[in-house]
Each structure stands twice: as structure tokens, then as C-alpha cells.
T-cell receptor, first 114, second 111 residues
Framework: NAGVTQTPKFRVLKTGQSMTLLCAQD?????MYWYRQDPGMGLRLIHY???????AKGEVPDGYNVSRLKKQNFLLGLESAAPSQTSVYFC?????????????FGPGTRLTVT | KNEVEQSPQNLTAQEGEFITINCSYS?????LHWLQQHPGGGIVSLFM???GKKKHGRLIATINIQEKHSSLHITASHPRDSAVYIC?????????????FGTGTRLKVLA
């Protein structure tokens, strides 16, 4: 099993450009998450999904959109990138049941917006 | 004030030392996780706790729900333990599985 994969691993964008980050998991998890990690701050939730076709806003959703058309994939879109979106982005997935609640993280995508 | 706070922020230890990292939280929670982030950036889950104590190899995690406090201990520390350790609390919020993350404790173990 590949677990959680993210593409791309690195990207440099100019202000105003758009891009999509892809997250894929092969563990049949219902829940998927997108986080950003910035120096001196904890991981912050951007958007999450509790199942195919559903998405919800997290703590810092502005400037981002998401889609979950297939259970195994969770896409994060930046429509018009801004320097404030320079960050490391992590995707995670989880299987939640009684007594089991563990998040599996992807390797991260380092995004720089100039 | 963050709802999840960790201490210390940075920690340097000599190989073999016993290490303790602390996590305090201010919200009611249903679970607390300890995560490890390696220098390359990858994040792995070490423990999930809802009560008591768990042990895995040289790692021990404890939680005191009444005091809203958890600790991660590393016995006989080794340079390969060098990483950022993150605690994440899952609040009592019906129907969601969102977490609040601490800012992490950067551990460096010297040979």
C-alpha cells in the first residue's frame, strides 16, 4: 500500500497563478483533510471531507477550494495564489471507528508564492 | 493563548537521557494524539490516548484527563529520536473529527 500520496512535492507559483494539489489514499478511509504548516504555528486545518462528495471548511479556508469526487482523492485548489499562501501543505486521511482514530499523513507539498 | 500548548519548544539532550515532553490543553477532549515529524517533513502517528498510559518500545505516553495534561517520555534517547513531536487534541464535538495541534517540540539528541 502506498498510504497517502501527494503531488506535487514542490511548486513555485507567481502571485495570481492557480494550481491544484492532489492527495490520494489507498486505505479506503472516509475522512480526508488538508492542513497547512507554517513556522511557529501548529498544523491548521484548511478543509476536510467526511466522505465522497462532501467537503467542509476548516480553520483557514479562505483562498482555497476543495473537491472529493472520488473516495480516494481529495483535491486542494488555489484559484489566485498569494504570497500568504506560501506554506507546507499536508494531506491526511483517517478511519474513524470506536477505539480507532488515527490520521495518516502524506509527505507534504512545499509551495512558494512569489 | 493556544488551546493546545506544548513545552518545551526546543530540547537538546545527550544520548541515553530520559526525555519528557509536555502537552496541556484547555478544551474538553475525546482523544489526544502524539505525532512525530522527521527532519525530512514526514509526519507519523505515535499514540492515540483517551485515558491512562500507552507504551511502544522506548516511548511512553500518559494522559490525565482531569488535569488536561499529557506527557510523552522517551527512555534511553538516541540521535535517531531527533524530530519534532506534536500533540493534537480532538475536542468533544459531535460528528466531527477535527484536531487542534500544538506547535511542536523540537528535540535534538546528541551522540
Amino acid at each position: 500500500n502506498a498510504g497517502v500520496t501527494q503531488t506535487p512535492k514542490f511548486r513555485v507559483l507567481k502571485t495570481g497563478q492557480s494550481m491544484t494539489l492532489l492527495c490520494a489514499q489507498d486505505m479506503n478511509h472516509e475522512y480526508m483533510y488538508w492542513y497547512r504548516q507554517d513556522p511557529g504555528m501548529g498544523l491548521r486545518l484548511i478543509h476536510y471531507s467526511v466522505g465522497e462528495g462532501t467537503t467542509a471548511k476548516g480553520e483557514v479556508p479562505d483562498g482555497y477550494n476543495v473537491s472529493r469526487l472520488k473516495k480516494q482523492n481529495f483535491l486542494l485548489g488555489l484559484e489566485s495564489a498569494a504570497p500568504s499562501q506560501t506554506s507546507v501543505y499536508f494531506c491526511a486521511s483517517s478511519y474513524v471507528a470506536s477505539g480507532r482514530d488515527e490520521q495518516y499523513f502524506g509527505p507534504g507539498t512545499r509551495l512558494t508564492v512569489t | 493563548k493556544n488551546e493546545v500548548e506544548q513545552s518545551p519548544q526546543n530540547l537538546t539532550a545527550q544520548e541515553g537521557e530520559f526525555i519528557t515532553i509536555n502537552c496541556s490543553y484547555s478544551v474538553g477532549i475525546s482523544a489526544l494524539h502524539w505525532l512525530q515529524q522527521h527532519p525530512g517533513g514526514g509526519i507519523v502517528s505515535l499514540f492515540m490516548l483517551s485515558s491512562g498510559k500507552k507504551k511502544h518500545g522506548r516511548l511512553i505516553a500518559t494522559i490525565n484527563i482531569q488535569e488536561k495534561h499529557s506527557s510523552l517520555h522517551i527512555t534511553a534517547s538516541h540521535p535517531r529520536d531527533s524530530a519534532v513531536y506534536i500533540c493534537a487534541a480532538r475536542p468533544h464535538t459531535s460528528g466531527t473529527y477535527k484536531y487542534i495541534f500544538g506547535t511542536g517540540t523540537r528535540l535534538k539528541v546528541l551522540a
